[in-house]
């Protein structure tokens, strides 16, 4: 599927999803502040993010119209969750682990990553999580968010200065990481994670700073990796989840109409197919390029790999201890089954559909998680 069609099809499934809405929409311009920290190239943000905007300013007649800022031009990657809250922008994305503190149940959920790698079962399972689970509904409330929609990422592998395949390769390596699930599987192989924004991957490996760092495969284009990191190491893993990929600022949302929250709602689940066709399409092209750009694609050795699968059986144990030890939750454990069977519900539902059919899979994050949501209500009270 090319980034064309997947374009075309979602602007096409927005205007059938929000017909009826718009014409009711007050006669207001309302110009709003919506951020993402990712280059325009990444797929969060060119499908999540830049066509979003355009496909609701479309719809709207430009009353609703997000100004995107990409990359740091509006807020530094930690300051997504502050810079909502305090109204700097209305919308944005943000990465949960930068803010363990104020984000305890997102963080704990986020120590699961391990074993999760399919973007829509991780996607789908986190925002339904998060849009009708009442701790989590109290933990965006508590810090002025209304959240919209999550994320996932593709797995994510290893880009190296020098080739890695085993265990022994791993060992002193210093390897960039996104959080702390992922900090301690490369503490468990030896190697010493190193906790820093995606955007700093380059210089870090250019500068030998980094020996390794960890991201999706599309950050070989994305952030031009295969200038500086000629060896990817396909050891996946699993996703990257934490926190949201549309969080609203609490009085923003309020002041809306309901016609309106309903309209962007229905945008947002739009936008979330296509970011995850988009990122599929992006990564797989990316593999068939990175020849070209002199990088080699090694396959893990079995020590590797089996490293990564015991990680994972043990993730449930680390993300209850983190949750009783660290955030003194009451009852960490039944949060993880929560979580546990909406990711159940999820694989099966998936499991019945085509999942490279953006309408089927469009249709069934409405029917499951949008369409249920009481634009009168949610986030309001």
Avoid at 126 to 142: I, V
Avoid at 233 to 261: C, H, K, P, Q
Wanted: charged letters at 20%; one cysteine or more; proline letters at 4%.
């Amino acid at each position: 599927m090319t980034f064309d069609k997947i374009r075309r099809g979602a602007l096409a499934a927005a205007a059938v999803l929000a017909l009826g809405t718009s014409a009711s929409l007050p006669a207001h311009a309302d110009t709003f502040n919506a951020s993402i920290w990712f280059p325009e190239s990444h797929p969060l943000t060119k499908f999540g993010y830049v066509e979003w905007a355009e496909t609701l300013s479309g719809l709207t007649n430009g009353k609703l119209t997000p100004k995107v800022f990409a990359g740091t031009a509006l807020l530094d990657p930690a300051s997504h969750l502050s810079g909502v809250r305090d109204g700097i922008a209305q919308v944005a994305y943000h990465a949960g682990t930068f803010t363990p503190a104020e984000l305890p149940v997102d963080n704990v959920l986020a120590q699961l990553a391990f074993s999760y790698s399919d973007y829509f079962v991780a996607a789908f399972a986190l925002t339904d999580m998060n849009m009708s689970d009442p701790e989590a509904l109290a933990q965006w409330k508590e810090n002025g968010i209304v959240y919209g929609g999550g994320y996932a990422t593709v797995p994510y592998v290893l880009f190296c200065t020098t080739p890695v395949r085993s265990l022994a390769d791993m060992a002193g390596k210093r390897v960039r990481m996104p959080g702390s699930a992922h900090s301690n599987w490369a503490k468990s192989v030896g190697a010493v994670p190193v906790n820093v924004a995606s955007s700093e991957m380059y210089s870090g490996l250019e500068k030998g700073q980094l020996d390794c760092a960890s991201n999706g495969v599309n950050e070989l284009r994305t952030r031009s990796l295969w200038e500086v990191s000629k060896n990817v190491t396909m050891v996946e893993l699993g996703a990257f989840y934490s926190g949201y990929m549309y969080g609203f600022n609490r009085d923003f949302w309020i002041g809306l109409s309901s016609e309106e929250r309903r309209i962007i709602l229905d945008t947002i689940a739009v936008a979330m197919v296509k970011t995850g066709l988009g990122y599929h399409a992006l990564a797989s092209d990316v593999l068939e390029e990175a020849p070209e750009h002199g990088v080699a694609i090694l396959q893990p050795d079995a020590d590797l790999a089996g490293s990564v699968a015991a990680f994972a059986d043990n993730a449930r144990a680390d993300a209850i201890a983190l949750g009783r030890d660290q955030f003194k939750m009451a009852d960490a454990e039944a949060l993880i089954v929560r979580f546990e069977e909406k990711v159940a519900k999820w694989k099966a539902l998936l499991a019945g559909i085509d999942v490279t059919d953006e309408a089927q899979l469009t249709k069934l994050l409405k029917t499951e998680v949008y369409d249920r949501i009481d634009v009168d209500s949610y986030g309001l009270n």
